[in-house]
């Protein structure tokens, strides 16, 4: 069965990086776009970032841009989220997804959804 298992979240301080990884099974991930999301208390689901099958492209969520990187790696069937220069408004859950690609720009739709990952960034 389709799987994508989050890992590297945690509790922080301000300013601090964070590198979260999520691991698929289940289905041709070079079919897929991958992404991530990610839901603060009391908030809707945001678009983080996303990267196409063979990493050539990438888009990233207004308020992470220049702050977090996107990448994957597809012989380990694995895609990441480097996260720099982090801040409270960033304390959320963490989502992977895979999807197809946003031809006409983000957000992009997810078929496939992990269980997430907390992020806490404290001041």
């Known amino acids: 069965q389709v799987q994508l298992v989050e890992s590297g979240g945690g509790l922080v301080q301000a300013g601090a990086s964070l590198r979260l990884s999520c691991v698929a099974s289940?289905?041709?991930?070079?079919?897929?776009?991958m992404g991530w999301y990610r839901q603060a208390p009391g908030k809707e689901r945001e678009f983080v970032a996303a990267?196409?099958?063979?990493?050539?492209?990438?888009y990233y969520g207004d308020s992470v841009k220049g702050r977090f990187t996107i990448s994957r790696d597809n012989a380990k069937n694995s895609v990441y989220l480097e996260m720099n220069t982090l801040i409270p408004e960033d304390t959320a859950i963490y989502y992977c997804?895979?999807?197809?690609?946003?031809?006409?720009?983000?957000?992009?739709?997810?078929?496939?959804w992990g269980q997430g990952t907390q992020v806490t960034v404290s001041t």
């Open positions: 997804a895979a999807g197809p690609w946003p031809i006409r720009g983000p957000p992009m739709t997810g078929d496939y």
């Open positions: 990267i196409n099958w063979y990493a050539t492209d990438t």
């Open positions: 289940g289905f041709t991930f070079t079919s897929y776009a």
